[in-house]
């Protein structure tokens, strides 16, 4: 109910900006009213062919374009990229954090979370001085840029699905790969995708939330979607598995261009300084980075066990599917022990590993994996594995 008011406010914000651009037009210059939710949203109602249409805040600029006006000023920048706000999170929370009714990324979604201060949370810590290459793994990657939201995402549109940048850390990252795979053994080579095409296409469907906005008339340059994350399987009239391939590699490239000596294939090399990783260049399921990891961040409410549940599954009654625990109990259960904390995981401490050592590869003999004959694990449930992608 509540999320359904929201959208509805945030259809009624939408409306009013377009119906006070009109009003105000003949005046010239106008931005959204203070009173206005997301003031500033302000971004023109006019196409390049007369035809009445909101415009995007992100890319597809108009010849009568406002939208730069929403983050930049000519004369007062706050800073030497012109930007409205002190801090580049700053600006980019003054309408993420909720105030549009959508994409808040202070709440769950795919991406997982930023700027939770829950139990078990952990985040890229865009909101701080640190340098693109202070990322662990980070060899070739040499960027002294500040990290910040901007470092993933081009505010100024991309080819890419949720304006993921086609150059990051100064690397054009993309691919388009040649796969093989014959028996259990994968072959895979590559040639450089240049800059401009989709490189990451994620699984995007419309947001029944956000009816009311998708649906309405003069909106045409907004829709608002809600992401399933990569694509694990060929998807007829959708993805080919060819390019469902190329778009899960270059999603392992893209958080590579950072922490580049963590792409590997365990069987074939080492990491640079001589360390081994887990296979993260693979086409397989758990073996690209957002398999087990979120972009954003991760805390105590979206980490799951080897079962695949959270702490809000575990509070629910056995015949819901629940264990029927107390909200205590659910998160000493989930909390995450892990020395170094958290590290933006989807499953608590080393569930994924377990969920999927259980049959993938099984643990050679160990009691409780499903192909050692001997009794069960009490209460033992694995079925989790079936959302790694
Ligand atoms: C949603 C916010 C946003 C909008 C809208 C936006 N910008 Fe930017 N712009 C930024 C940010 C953030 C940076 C700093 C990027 C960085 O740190 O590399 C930037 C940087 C720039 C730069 C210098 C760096 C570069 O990427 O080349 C130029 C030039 C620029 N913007 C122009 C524009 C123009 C012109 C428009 C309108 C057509 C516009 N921007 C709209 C946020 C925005
Ligand atoms: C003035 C409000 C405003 C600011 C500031 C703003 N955004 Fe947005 N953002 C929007 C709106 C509105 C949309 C919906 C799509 C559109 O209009 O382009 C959106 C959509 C997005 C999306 C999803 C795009 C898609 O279509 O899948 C991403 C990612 C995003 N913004 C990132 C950022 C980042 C990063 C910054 C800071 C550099 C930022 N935004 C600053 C208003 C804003
Ligand atoms: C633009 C560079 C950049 C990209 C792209 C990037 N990272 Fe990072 N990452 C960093 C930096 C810098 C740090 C260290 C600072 C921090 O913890 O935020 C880091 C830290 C991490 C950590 C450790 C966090 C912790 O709490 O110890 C994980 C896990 C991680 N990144 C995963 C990913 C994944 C998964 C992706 C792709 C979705 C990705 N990164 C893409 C720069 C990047
Ligand atoms: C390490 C790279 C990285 C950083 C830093 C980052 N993002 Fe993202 N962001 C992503 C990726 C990857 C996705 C797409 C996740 C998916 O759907 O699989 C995403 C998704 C989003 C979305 C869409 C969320 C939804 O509802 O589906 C928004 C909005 C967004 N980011 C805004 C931001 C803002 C604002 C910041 C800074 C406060 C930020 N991002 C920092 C990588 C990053
Ligand atoms: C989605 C399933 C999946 C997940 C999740 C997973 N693995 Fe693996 N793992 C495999 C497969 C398949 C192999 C063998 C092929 C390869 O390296 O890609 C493997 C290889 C290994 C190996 C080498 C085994 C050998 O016989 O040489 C170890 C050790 C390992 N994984 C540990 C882990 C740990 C620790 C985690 C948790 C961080 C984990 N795995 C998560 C599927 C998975
Ligand atoms: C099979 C699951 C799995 C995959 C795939 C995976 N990670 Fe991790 N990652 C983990 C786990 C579990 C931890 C924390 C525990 C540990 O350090 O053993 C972790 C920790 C990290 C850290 C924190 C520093 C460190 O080394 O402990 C970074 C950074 C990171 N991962 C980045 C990545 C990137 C980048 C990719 C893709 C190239 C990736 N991960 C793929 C499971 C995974």
Redesign the pocket.
């Known amino acids: 109910m509540r999320k359904l008011k929201i959208s509805l406010s945030a259809l009624l914000m939408l409306i009013l900006v377009s119906m006070f651009g009109a009003f105000a037009s003949a005046e010239g210059f106008s931005t959204t009213p203070s009173t206005n939710p997301a003031e500033g949203i302000y971004v023109g109602d006019v196409d390049n062919f007369g035809n009445k249409n909101t415009h995007k ?2 890319g597809n ?1 108009q010849n009568n ?1 406002n ?2 006006a ?3 000023s000519t004369h007062n920048g706050e800073n030497e ?1 012109l ?1 409205m706000k002190s801090g ?1 999170h700053e ?1 980019c929370m003054s309408c993420h954090d909720g105030t549009m009714g959508f994409y808040n990324v202070t709440k769950a979604s795919e991406a997982g979370v930023i700027d939770s201060h829950e139990q078990s949370a952990s985040m890229h810590n865009v909101d701080s001085d640190l340098a693109v290459s202070a990322a662990p793994g980070a060899l070739a990657n040499k960027s002294t ?1 500040t990290f ?1 939201c ?1 470092s993933c995402h081009n ?2 549109g991309s080819a890419n699905d949720r304006l993921l940048s086609e150059t990051v850390a100064g690397k054009t990252y993309a691919n388009t790969y040649n796969v093989t795979i014959v028996g259990y053994a994968e072959t895979i080579t590559k040639t450089p995708l240049p800059v401009g095409n989709k490189a990451i296409k994620l699984n995007l469907v419309n947001d029944p939330e956000f009816d009311a906005i998708n649906n309405a008339t003069g909106l045409s340059g907004l829709k608002i979607t809600k992401s399933s994350g990569i694509y694990n399987a060929e998807i007829p009239g959708v993805v080919t598995k060819a390019e469902m391939y190329n778009y899960k590699l270059n999603y392992s490239e893209f958080c590579s261009a950072c922490h580049d000596d963590y792409l590997k294939n365990r069987e074939y090399e080492a990491r640079a300084d001589g360390h081994y990783t887990h296979t993260t260049s693979s086409t397989k399921a758990g073996r690209s980075c957002t398999a087990c990891h979120y972009a954003h961040g991760t805390d105590i409410t979206l980490l799951r066990d080897t079962a695949g549940k959270t702490i809000a599954d575990l509070q629910k009654t056995v015949e819901q599917g629940g264990k029927g625990w107390t909200e205590d109990v659910a998160r000493e259960y989930m909390k995450d022990v892990s020395k170094n904390g958290s590290a933006l995981k989807r499953f608590t401490n080393m569930a994924v590993c377990w969920a999927c050592h259980q049959s993938t590869h099984a643990i050679a003999n160990t009691p409780g994996t499903s192909t050692y004959p001997g009794p069960k694990i009490p209460g033992g449930d694995y079925s989790g594995k079936a959302i790694i992608k």
């Open positions: 805040t992100h600029f374009t939208s730069c929403n983050c930049h990229f930007l580049e600006l840029a910040g901007s505010p100024h």
